[in-house]
């Protein structure tokens, strides 16, 4: 596994989120959540290990109080909480690479956080909850070290509701009933950012099937069954296109959630996806997003990032993934596709530097576009064969880890015949919109 060094804390782009002297490698999380009340009574065992010799720590918790710490099973009384961190004192100094097991009790009624980039985390929907976390939307719903470099691996029980069905990422284990609430409890093993975890909670329906060796499930309310199943019957056809040019799909298991509530986007999660009900028109109106969405899993979820300046590729690859799906189910291709966004770029103003956007323009649609566009170009330059050998290996040398431009670039350039500085330079460090090289 590669990994590259960690980031500075924070990242420039969101420098209130993420905290020094550490990294988590676990987080088992317990939560009592009443739908009804919107109460969350909950606690977090979080298993981290030093990396500079410290005396406190801190984790990013927003909008709910901690009730009690302990260290190794001791009870701590010296914790402070600010509206975004709570700080913990250590009984002593603390060597660098020591493994702790810090436990917080915390509990409230938890909501969204008003951030740079709108309303993220916990949202209300009209009954139930999800989570929309990226990208700084975690600590609304358990304290963490709320930085994409940091992955780790969690285990979620959600106690709540019998009447209600909860997913979250990983494997379901086992659920279990207690009176009239059930139990829920998920596994992920598979290192994960803080922003890609999630929970979602609802009166759904679940539907399993296993498509090239993954179980996928579908949860969705039951009056718009017709319209899900519909536009996600190309679910194992993608699965299988995708697996064959990406290299396998990276995880045990995938889960798409579709809301009774119409959302703006669909949300990005590890291993599973959420959209809107807005999003399944029956007709396979949104066959694009589905596209995108699981490609997620592949590029920003097992190949993640460790500072949000690289988003590109997430973003990029993603968009590039529906127009690879277009032309394999017989759509436009992605000639077409990739001309068609150009004529649009081209005529929007030319200030996005796609390999540092800047915190404003992150989530700008001209950075999906653009970064689909630059991996065209490369496709375009190297042929199908080195191209589709490149994003194997990508994301074959950082499954589960993170990578970034540099890496990237790294790897294109093994593949390539010729020189790529030129050709990385006008599509990710200068504004204007380079010209596509002819077919």
């Not at 969690?154 to 284990?173: A, H, K, P, S, W």
């Not at 017989?330 to 796609?354: N, S, V």
């Amino acid at each position: 596994m590669n990994t590259p060094a960690m980031a500075v804390f924070g990242d420039p782009y969101a420098p209130m989120s993420g905290n020094t002297g550490y990294l988590v490698d676990h987080y088992a999380l317990n939560l009592n959540y009443k739908v009804r009340t919107n109460r969350l009574d909950a606690s977090a065992e979080i298993h981290l290990t030093t990396t500079d010799t410290i005396q406190s720590l801190s984790l990013d918790l927003v909008g709910l109080r901690a009730e009690k710490v302990a260290i190794d099973g001791k009870r701590l009384k010296n914790f402070a909480q600010s509206a975004n961190k709570l700080t913990i004192k250590l009984p002593g100094v603390v060597a660098s690479g020591t493994a702790l097991t810090l436990t917080v009790h915390y509990a409230g009624a938890p909501s969204s956080r008003r951030s740079h980039w709108g309303l993220v985390g916990w949202e209300h929907l009209t009954d139930g909850v999800m989570v929309a976390a990226q990208p700084t939307g975690a600590p609304t719903w358990f304290p963490c070290n709320d930085h994409p470099s940091n992955k780790a691996t969690f285990d979620i029980r959600v106690t709540t509701e019998r009447q209600y069905t909860v997913l979250c990422n990983g494997f379901l284990e086992e659920m279990y009933p207690a009176g009239q609430l059930q139990t829920w409890h998920y596994v992920q093993d598979e290192p994960t950012a803080t922003y890609l975890a999630t929970v979602a909670i609802g009166q759904l329906e679940l539907k399993q099937a296993e498509f090239h060796g993954v179980q996928v499930t579908y949860a969705y309310p039951r009056p718009i069954e017709r319209r899900v199943l519909s536009d996600l019957l190309d679910t194992s056809d993608m699965l299988g296109f995708f697996s064959e040019v990406f290299g396998p799909y990276p995880f045990r298991n995938y889960t798409v959630v579709v809301t009774e509530d119409d959302l703006e986007i669909p949300l990005e999660s590890q291993n599973l996806a959420i959209f809107g009900a807005n999003h399944m028109d029956g007709e396979r109106g949104s066959e694009r997003l589905v596209a995108h969405e699981l490609a997620h899993q592949w590029f920003g979820n097992s190949v993640g990032l460790a500072r949000w300046q690289d988003i590109w590729l997430n973003e990029g690859f993603g968009c590039y993934a529906e127009w690879l799906w277009s032309e394999a189910s017989g759509g436009p291709t992605t000639d077409d596709l990739a001309a068609k966004y150009h004529a649009i770029l081209m005529e929007l103003p030319q200030d996005l530097i796609l390999g540092d956007p800047g915190h404003d323009l992150m989530f700008d649609d001209r950075l999906y576009k653009r970064g689909a566009l630059t991996l065209h170009a490369l496709h375009l330059r190297l042929g199908s064969d080195a191209f589709f050998e490149l994003v194997r290996e990508w994301t074959r040398s950082y499954a589960h880890s993170t990578a970034g431009t540099a890496e990237f670039r790294r790897v294109a350039a093994a593949h390539s015949p010729t020189n790529l500085d030129r050709f990385f330079s006008s599509w990710l460090d200068q504004g204007p919109l380079p010209q596509l090289p002819r077919t």
